[in-house]
T-cell receptor, first 113, second 114 residues
Framework: GAGVSQSPSNKVTEKGKDVELRCDPI?????LYWYRQSLGQGLEFLIY????????KSGLPSDRFSAERTGGSVSTLTIQRTQQEDSAVYLC???????????FGDGTRLSIL | GDSVTQMEGPVTLSEEACLTI???????????LFWYVQYPGEGLQLLLK?????DKGSNKGFEATYRKETTSFHLEKGSVQVSDSAVYFC?????????????FGTGTSLTVIP
């Protein structure tokens, strides 16, 4: 299909380990967003990429979180030294351009033991 | 700053009942407003949108009208079906004021029983 693809769909890891989450946006979409969805909470904005511009990192909760987008396409979200409070569903979305409706992937469910 | 407040759930309705999920927003600019739906086990999908005051978004029998005077964008459907069971998120985008961010509500879970 041509939708947003995220991998892995589920990740279980021990506290203190690093994890890397991947997002393949829809081809041609220049905008890419990462969100975190915790149980019973709304979507928490993490980071935004638009074309070749510097990313908007204002939503990253700590310096353990980082993200990159290579070649304006695939993005990886890295969480270092994971903590139990990092357990959540991490959602990626892409859009044709800023302010346009976003297309979401199915998310990665991250569980920190 | 910008924010979205939506009706807390969960909401349980019988099939063919009327649905209203309230959503109000705070924005200093001229936002676009959206409803997203998340069906069980799936990602979020855009349900409908409205980009300016008095616009009505509609899709799959759902409607929402952008009311600037009451800063609201309530989601309505006249007759719900079991297949409408999902979590519904209200969202806004206000690029003239807050740039790239979308603001989402906390979601309202709807269960429709036969």
């Amino acid at each position: 299909g041509a939708g947003v693809s995220q991998s892995p769909s589920n990740k279980v890891t021990e506290k203190g380990k690093d994890v890397e989450l991947r997002c393949d946006p829809i081809s041609g979409h220049t905008a890419l967003y990462w969100y975190r969805q915790s149980l019973g909470q709304g979507l928490e904005f993490l980071i935004y990429f638009q074309g070749n511009s510097a990313p908007d990192k204002s939503g990253l909760p700590s310096d353990r979180f980082s993200a990159e987008r290579t070649g304006g396409s695939v993005s990886t979200l890295t969480i270092q030294r994971t903590q139990q409070e990092d357990s959540a569903v991490y959602l990626c979305a892409s859009s044709f351009s800023a302010n346009q409706p976003q297309h979401f992937g199915d998310g990665t469910r991250l569980s920190i033991l | 700053g910008d924010s979205v407040t939506q009706m807390e759930g969960p909401v349980t309705l019988s099939e063919e009942a009327c649905l209203t999920i309230n959503c109000t927003y705070t924005a200093t600019g001229y936002p676009s407003l959206f409803w997203y739906v998340q069906y069980p086990g799936e990602g979020l999908q855009l349900l409908l949108k409205a980009t300016k005051a008095d616009d009505k978004g509609s899709n799959k029998g759902f409607e929402a009208t952008y009311r600037k005077e009451t800063t609201s964008f309530h989601l309505e459907k006249g007759s719900v079906q079991v297949s409408d069971s999902a979590v519904y998120f209200c969202a806004l985008s206000d690029p003239g004021n807050t740039g790239n961010q979308f603001y989402f509500g906390t979601g309202t879970s709807l269960t429709v029983i036969p």
